[in-house]
């Protein structure tokens, strides 16, 4: 800090004002371009989302009748399959048949072995499971394969709501 006193002190009086105006004009340029300029972004975005939110919020409610009708539609009251059965057989739909390695009862779920499963045809079974017959995830590990695309797969499902 000293060598900078120093040097600001050897320089004319004209620099000297040059240097201070130079200084104040970066001191300004570093606050309104790093500073104010991302927080009124950051605002105005947060101000954007939240009217956006509103909005459907309103509409939610306004339609809350036809949401609900819909949302019912979805799951079957009582399916007669146990879940194992549920799993193998839309699996199976669902093109997994070569995939599927194990498929065994689990407390009131099903657990579930896939080798070289195509990743968005298992994405798409498991929003099948979980909209149409109430079969959510318990847990589940996935691995990636050699081959692009395919994975390795242990799931655990559970009837939560039938």
């Known amino acids: 800090m000293n060598k900078l006193r120093d040097w600001y002190a050897q320089l004319q009086p004209r620099e000297q004002r040059m240097v201070a105006f130079g200084g104040i004009a970066l001191a300004i340029l570093v606050l309104v371009g790093g500073i104010l300029l991302p927080l009124q972004s950051a605002?105005?975005?947060?101000?954007?989302r939240n009217e956006s939110k509103r909005a459907d919020l309103a509409w939610m409610r306004a339609n809350v009748a036809e949401i609900r009708a819909s949302s019912n539609d979805t799951i079957p009251a009582d399916s007669a399959d146990p879940p194992v059965v549920l799993v193998d057989r839309v699996g199976r739909a669902a093109g997994l048949t070569d995939a599927l390695r194990g498929t065994q009862p689990s407390g009131n779920g099903v657990?579930?072995?896939?080798?070289?499963?195509?990743?968005?045809t298992v994405v798409s079974w498991l929003a099948t499971l979980d909209q149409h017959y109430g079969l959510s995830i318990e847990s589940i590990t996935i691995d990636r394969t050699v081959k692009p695309g395919l994975i390795n797969a242990s799931i655990t499902f559970s009837q939560s709501r039938t």
């Open 111 to 120: 657990r579930v072995q896939l080798e070289d499963a195509p990743f968005d």
């Open 43 to 48: 605002v105005s975005g947060a101000t954007a």
